[in-house]
């Protein structure tokens, strides 16, 4: 056990933030913190750095162990280069470094014993540079800084001239360089585009050291962690898996904590009905008994409501009509900035019914396809068609949709006039808005307030193809969860944008991403994408180039043409296996029932002694068993076909 977390206590004035808090982290143990916002995560973790005192209850680490803390909030601003902080990171590797080199020089002037001295002591400074990766060091700074997406231009740039989410990134890439014992990360995707969250979670999968984790980056938490520590209504609870099991377990406590929270309710309040009428009696045995009763009833230890249940944001997604078959048709669309061109010449085609996520790097054009669609940002060229009595609701990770002057009342009366008071009021309560805090400023609001509103205005919408841009930031994970089921039983049409990797592999049905200028389909969730995208540059590969803006030779139809037609053929052979699968699973069900039927006739007492109807019963029975067997033998086939 490297580090030991005992009956933390913390309130500020009357509210207490945590209570009881408990648990262990083990060595190379990779641990997770998560609750909704506001559990007091930051917190422990400050209490944990010794930043805040507990009020009770201590931290204990074992002894000589380096801890390093990446908080949300990095202010660096330090004169160095981006580089020299980094290098600074490696300081006692370069010193030795230095030792070594003076050693190396003293020892051309020495003889005898000085000589066999500074040999040994030499020697003593080779095997700890060695064991240190010393002579990897410099090729070691790049990596971290080129993983967390630096490139050789930022080497020489001040720190201080840093974004924000820049300054951040350098605070990781110099704590993970400094390689402590213990590595405390607080939101530590922020800022990080796909590519960079992926060489992170393979350099702290792999990190020798014990890591514990704040984040709301759950696919991030299942590749990386191990156990997880939630904190719900002050308490922490302890998973000892990744972050899908404990989603998993947790809904299952949670179902059950349910069940039984209601259960005591309704006997408390049927107690209660008995206690009233023993009263209503007036005689004094009644009278006795009642009171008897509510002797018990205040013996009975009430179970507390389970949180989620009570702080869980209601949606609900559903097109008022049906579009037609063609949603979306884009061809031959171009973007440029001056003299930057985003992309050129890309092809889209969206049907009803799909799910698709856009994906890709930062600065890709990603946001500004989903502009182009809305009407928002003016295309250079090409084409942008909606299909038959399609209807859009966009959601804005900008919240331009919003009118900052409006208070929350306002903006969805302004929106929706024809809205009953009582009616606004019931959809905001069922997006957490309730009492005063309607009529709280859109310009006052936080991130996740503004987000909450939009998603309301978006449900009420009833649009059939939702647009939405970076939906799940500022959410925390029950909202995320939430919004999740509203899209995954959403019947209508999705496009969207999300680097919420956990989020595209629950809802997506297909994945674009937008790549070195072009676009390429994957039919999938996330986690088909991760496995097929490495194979991008065979030509056996799984995924389908849709446009390409390199001037090639011509041809009778274009490499993308023809790779877009082959995925659409793809798309139509799954199409047509699930339309296969489901009309065998209903001739599987009548030939189920008429066996039933067959051998209910069987157990009619008189025809026990019809032995011409029970030869024909027999025979009609072995030739449904026969059939029904077929069924079982194609729906088998048919299922484990890829």
Known sequence: MILDCQNIQKAYGTNIILNDISFHLEEKEKLAIVGINGAGKTTLLRIIMGEESPDSGQIIISKDRSIGYLAQHQDINFDSSVYQIMEDAMKPVIELQDKMRQLETDMQNLSGIELDKALELYNRYTHEFEY?????????????LKGLGFDRNDYDRPAKTLSGGQKTRLSLGRLLLLKPDIIILDEPTNHLDMNSISWLEGFLSTYQGSVIIVSHDRYFLDKIVTKVVEIDNTHSHIYHGNYSYYAQK?????????????????????????????????????IKRAESREKQLAKVERLDKPTEVNAEMRLMLEPETISGEDVLTITGLSKSYGEYQLFSNLDMDIKRGEHVALIGGNGT???????????????DSGVVSLGSRVKIGYYDQEYQVLNMSNNIFQEISDAYPDLSNTRIRNVLAA????????????????????????????MLSSANFLILDEPTNHLDIVSKEVLENAIRNYSGTILYVSHDRYFINQTATRILELKDKQLYNYIGNYDYYETHKVLSDDSTAAFTKISDTAVNSIKAESTAKLAWKESKAEAARIRKRENDIRKLEEQIEELET????????????????????????????EETEAALNQLYEQWEKLSAAN
């Open 594 to 621: 008429k066996m039933a039927e067959i051998d209910a006739e069987f157990m009619i007492p008189e025809n026990a002694t019809n032995v011409s109807l029970l030869t024909s019963l027999t025979s009609e029975r």
């Open 250 to 286: 947790r809904a299952e406590i949670r179902a059950n904590l349910m069940k039984a929270y209601l259960t005591q309710q309704q006997e408390i309040k049927h107690q209660e009905a008995v206690i009233e009428k023993l009263k209503q009696f007036n005689r004094e045995k009644s």
């Open 132 to 144: 240190k990766n010393g002579y990897a060091y410099e090729s070691e700074i790049t990596g971290v």
């Open 365 to 379: 054009g990603k946001t500004t396809i989903l502009k182009i669609i809305n009407k928002l940002v003016s295309k």
């Open 431 to 458: 997006f957490l808005f309730t009492g005063e805090d309607v009529f709280k400023q859109i310009s006052d609001l936080s991130g996740g307030e503004r987000g909450r509103v939009s998603l309301a205005k978006l």
